[in-house]
Nanobody, 113 residues
Framework: QLQASGGGLVQPGESMRLSCAAS????????MSWYRQAPGSEREWVARIIPGGTTGYADSVKGRFSISRDLAKKTVYLQMNSLKPEDTAVYYCYTYTFGRDFWGQGTLVTVSS
């Protein structure tokens, strides 16, 4: 019920936008987060947007990434600017509602020249 998209290959310094569309009964205003998992590493939190629109970011992406949402489309976006090779990872969207976790299927972002 969470569908992530928008990954691919980009060069260092370029930008990319990821999307995560919620379907079914997931409320459009629910807290939504992005996580990522690099090869050989544990999954780490990247950004969140809470009901009301307040956002938060991991230190590693602060100032470069921006999370936003379109309530009508039930879609959350992650705008990633000034990408670095260390941003290479599978990116997952996440929410918690109705007493359970919901994870998107993941979308691979590769930053390489």
């Amino acid at each position: 019920q969470l569908q992530a998209s928008g990954g691919g290959l980009v060069q260092p310094g370029e930008s990319m936008r990821l999307s995560c569309a919620a379907s079914g009964r997931i409320p459009s205003s629910n807290l939504m987060s992005w996580y990522r998992q690099a090869p050989g590493s544990e999954r780490e939190w990247v950004a969140r947007i809470i009901p009301g629109g307040t956002t938060g970011y991991a230190d590693s992406v602060k100032g470069r990434f921006s999370i936003s949402r379109d309530l009508a489309k039930k879609t959350v976006y992650l705008q990633m600017n000034s990408l670095k090779p260390e941003d290479t990872a599978v990116y997952y969207c996440y929410t918690y509602t109705f007493g359970r976790d919901f994870w998107g299927q993941g979308t691979l972002v590769t930053v390489s020249s």
